[in-house]
Nanobody
Framework: VQLVESGGGLVQAGGSLRLSCAAS????????MGWYRQAPGKQRELVAG???????NYADSVKGRFTISRDNAKNTVYLQMASLKPEDTAVYYC?????????WGQGTQVTVSS
């Protein structure tokens, strides 16, 4: 399984970005597709997740601002980020769980300037 992320970059506070993560080589529908982030000096944290059953969950810090969605036909997960804040600055990682295996993307930098 290979994950290819795109969509990171530099944006001003209050702006928006959309991250994409396409999974290739997937045989079964991923049970989970989500996004984590890691800021310098901090632990990696779950930002948003989407289960194969359609449920979603979000970190409290992004509720109401970020939206996760997935296209099962394309094995792609998206993260629409709005009203970005400087504290959202981090490397964002895509995570896909297929059966019992976890796969990670290479990470994409999101930088929010004040």
């Amino acid at each position: 399984v290979q994950l290819v992320e795109s969509g990171g970059g530099l944006v001003q506070a209050g702006g928006s970005l959309r991250l994409s993560c396409a999974a290739s080589g997937v045989t079964f529908r991923p049970a989970f597709m989500g996004w984590y982030r890691q800021a310098p000096g901090k632990q990696r944290e779950l930002v948003a997740g989407s289960s194969s059953g359609g449920s979603t969950n979000y970190a409290d810090s992004v509720k109401g601002r970020f939206t996760i969605s997935r296209d099962n036909a394309k094995n792609t997960v998206y993260l629409q980020m709005a009203s970005l804040k400087p504290e959202d600055t981090a490397v964002y990682y895509c995570n896909v769980r297929v059966v019992i295996w976890d796969y990670w993307g290479q990470g994409t930098q999101v930088t929010v300037s004040s």
